[in-house]
């Protein structure tokens, strides 16, 4: 059974840094994409950055972002494509929330997403 496991989050100030890791275990296999969603109360979870496998994208890596976040936050991932992290600098209060990592590959004889149990991420005023 794949699974995914997050490490980092916490409480800062705003302007002040944070980074996210994301390890995918060895079940999960045929990753499309990889990427962090974030989720506040009452809200649905949305997706904060994304980068696509280095095999399907011809070793492009694309990589897409939340506007509110452009310029501030950088999703990378390891060559192996099994890890990947989320930089996020100069963070707000709006950046508030639980963040989820996320991967898209193959499940259940199909495709599906995989999801992290979620880390709080909070910053002050």
């Known amino acids: 059974q794949g699974r995914l496991v997050e490490s980092g989050g916490g409480l800062v100030q705003t302007g002040q840094s944070l980074n996210l890791s994301c390890t995918a275990s060895?079940?999960?296999?045929?990753?499309?994409?990889m990427g962090w969603y974030r989720q506040i109360p009452g809200h649905q979870r949305e997706p904060v950055a994304l980068i696509s496998s280095l095999v399907r994208t011809h070793g492009q890596g694309i990589t897409t972002y939340a506007d509110s976040v452009k310029g501030r936050f950088t999703i990378s991932r390891d060559n192996a494509e099994n890890t990947w992290n989320l930089d996020m600098n100069n963070l707000k209060p709006e950046d508030t929330g639980v963040y989820f990592c996320?991967?898209?590959?193959?499940?259940?004889?199909?495709?599906?997403?995989?999801w992290g149990q979620g880390t709080q991420v909070t910053v002050s005023s």
């Open positions: 996320n991967a898209y590959a193959i499940l259940a004889g199909g495709w599906g997403d995989y």
């Open positions: 060895d079940g999960i296999k045929g990753i499309e994409t």
